[in-house]
């Protein structure tokens, strides 16, 4: 199946690891002209070199900590100036700081709304222009299926993560008329190094072994495995596709079916 996608210019935030990198690769499979972004300029450079030999497509390292405001302005400039523009923005920052309620501060709180929400909002609000001037684009944000159910031990996520989805669905009805689509994917557990962080956190807080706490995790996922990077990155490809053009306002969760909630 053709997406549509080739020549397209693509920003993927947060790609040298885990769902995002794998996000890059699915785009620049597709033909895409994609930048790959990290905070380290080696591992950035490094990644963009490595996917760009794996697939053949054009790739372009971008090393900027988009958690800032600096950041956020640097990696959009100069995606500008390599792809002539934005068509596909992947927004994805990573994890705010693991912890429960009493375990955060109010300078946590404010990392982790830098570093989840405005992150966010300063990359949209720089692709934009590009995309209503073509009367195109695409729009995915990445975040957790925390956003439908909590869960312990990471209070920012429970708490910050559900403003870009709000986010998302006001911009999907305020761009509609330019023909840019906004979605967001939710992924649920994927094996990433976040996920054995988080995971040996919980095991030690119950008084259980990790191995334990691995068990039982996985007993709650109706496909009995723990999902991998790919699965959460060709939901991302396809809402980036042509075929995904009357999708809008969505929020589609990617994760073994772990969360049954019936909307």
Do not use: C
Not at 3 to 16: C, F, N, P, Q, R
């Amino acid at each position: 199946m053709d997406l549509g996608l080739s020549g397209k210019a693509a920003v993927v935030a947060g790609s040298t690891k885990g769902i995002g990198r794998a996000t890059a690769i699915g785009l620049a499979r597709e033909g895409a002209r994609v930048v790959v972004n990290g905070r380290d300029p080696k591992v950035t450079e490094a990644a963009a070199q490595e996917i760009a030999a794996e697939t053949g497509a054009q790739v372009f390292g971008v090393a900027a900590d988009v958690a800032t405001s600096e950041g956020a302005e640097e990696l959009m400039k100069r995606a500008h100036a390599a792809l002539g523009g934005v068509d596909v923005l992947v927004t994805n920052a990573g994890g705010p700081r693991p912890g429960g309620f009493d375990d955060l501060s109010d300078a946590d709180f404010i990392a982790g709304f830098q570093l989840n929400f405005l992150s966010t909002v300063r990359m949209i609000r720089a692709a934009l222009p590009h995309m209503r001037q073509q009367r195109w684009g695409r729009i995915i944000n990445l975040q957790s299926t925390a956003i439908k159910e909590p869960v312990p031990l990471v209070t920012l996520t429970n708490s910050i993560r559900p403003g870009v989805t709000g986010l998302a669905k006001d911009l999907a009805g305020h761009l509609g008329e330019s023909q840019i689509t906004v979605n967001t994917v939710l992924s649920g557990p994927v094996m990433t190094d976040r996920l054995r962080a988080t995971t040996a956190a919980r095991a030690k807080a119950a008084g259980i072994s990790e191995e334990e706490q691995w068990k039982r995790y996985l007993e709650l996922v109706p496909l009995g495995r723990f999902g991998k990077p790919e699965d959460v990155a060709g939901m991302i490809v396809f809402l980036a596709s042509e075929a995904a053009g009357w999708i809008t306002g969505t929020v589609i969760q990617v994760d073994g079916g772990r969360i049954r909630g019936a909307v």
